[in-house]
């Protein structure tokens, strides 16, 4: 069992920046898919993005160009760096990871969000106000 623990959400103003970590329990380095999802109230639970094992990042459409993800394997951290936010980025954000394979490419867990994964955090509210 991995316990994924989120930090570093809050308010920010339209237009600004907000980095989000998750520190994982246990070694990220064999997870089959890393991502970041996001939930919204009274909305589907949404990709935002993902970083399979090889280090290759895929995006959800919304966010493509202005959200980063990265990992860091020693410290068995997983960032999402977040430039450019909108009002429409406010949500809670949730970090997740697949043990294994779940028969698509990574990037297949970005739609439905979180197709695949096994293990969740418990997530931070991100608050972008206009």
């Known amino acids: 069992q991995v316990q994924l623990v989120e930090s570093g959400g809050g308010p920010v103003q339209d237009g600004g920046s907000l980095r989000v970590t998750c520190v994982a329990s246990a070694s990220i380095s064999n997870m089959y898919c890393l991502g970041w999802f996001r939930q919204a109230p009274g909305e589907e639970r949404e990709g935002v993005a993902v970083?399979?094992?090889?280090?290759?990042?895929s995006y959800g459409d919304a966010v493509k160009g202005r959200f980063t993800i990265s990992r860091d394997l020693d410290k068995n951290v997983l960032d999402l760096q977040m430039n450019s936010l909108k009002p429409e980025d406010t949500a809670a954000y949730y970090c997740a990871a697949a043990g294994g394979s779940f028969g698509l490419p990574c990037e297949g867990s970005l739609a439905p969000g979180g197709y695949g994964m096994d293990y969740w955090g418990k997530g931070v509210l991100v608050n972008v106000s206009s």
């Open positions: 970083i399979d094992s090889d280090g290759s990042a």
